[in-house]
């Protein structure tokens, strides 16, 4: 099942500006992570934040939290073309053990 | 240099077949997991498993098996009872199944495409 949705499903942004996507899911954390898959690639980790958490930054990213809303955004600023890519969440629940729940991401097309 | 591995990167199969594909990791990781993509969706989980010796279905486990024998391999069977397998098939890795935050971050591999003809 899925439990994150990603929200919008597709953006498109030109080179320079800022990103923003967002994630919402259901159920009870212990961590959201995000990640991005160029195409046709495997994914890579982005950021981890944890439940006691509401905001974290790694170079131009900046993800928060907010856990009363159960809902996350992932910021890029400053886009590149080499940005351009597929971006999920995903969430570890606190009662379905052992596994990440993936989102239905976000394209992100980024022009020069 | 450690990584995930996979193998093959396209695999074709006749209706009625089974294969299996290829997963192995170098990062002495305890947790390894099977995912499908279909296009333009997230990523379903197959199976996974929290150590050696030991697996649990995911949430679509109909129609696959693997095995954990060894730490650094986590096969994948798609039998002929899978219905719809053309899809994008991704494994991963984490250093445990904790909760705790950075041991449970996932590391992919390329994935392994696979089309019934």
Request: glycine share 8%.
């Amino acid at each position: 099942s899925q439990q994150g949705e990603e929200d919008p499903q597709a953006l498109s942004i030109q080179e320079g500006e800022n990103a923003t996507m967002n994630c919402s899911y259901k159920t009870s954390i212990n961590n959201l992570q995000w990640y991005r898959q160029n195409s046709g690639r495997g994914l890579v980790h982005l950021i981890l934040i944890r439940s006691n958490e509401r905001e974290k930054h790694s170079g131009r990213l900046r993800v928060t939290l907010d856990t009363s809303k159960k809902s996350s955004s992932l910021l890029i600023t400053a886009s590149r073309a080499a940005d351009t890519a597929s971006y999920f969440c995903a969430t570890y629940d606190t009662g379905t053990a052992s596994k990440l729940t993936f989102g239905t991401g976000t394209r992100l097309q980024v022009t020069l | 240099d450690g990584g995930i591995t996979q193998s093959p990167k396209y695999l074709f199969r006749k209706e009625g077949q089974n294969v299996t594909l290829s997963c192995e990791q170098n990062l002495n990781h305890d947790a390894m997991y099977w995912y499908r993509q279909d296009p333009g969706q997230g990523l379903r989980l197959i199976y996974y498993s929290q150590i050696v010796n030991d697996f649990q279905k995911g949430d679509i486990a109909e129609g696959y098996s693997v095995s954990r024998e060894k730490k650094e391999s986590f096969p994948l069977t798609v039998t002929s009872a899978q219905k719809n397998p053309t899809a994008f098939y991704l494994c991963a890795s984490s250093i445990s199944t904790s909760g705790s935050g950075h041991t449970d971050t996932q590391y992919f591999g390329p994935g392994t495409r696979l089309t019934v003809l």
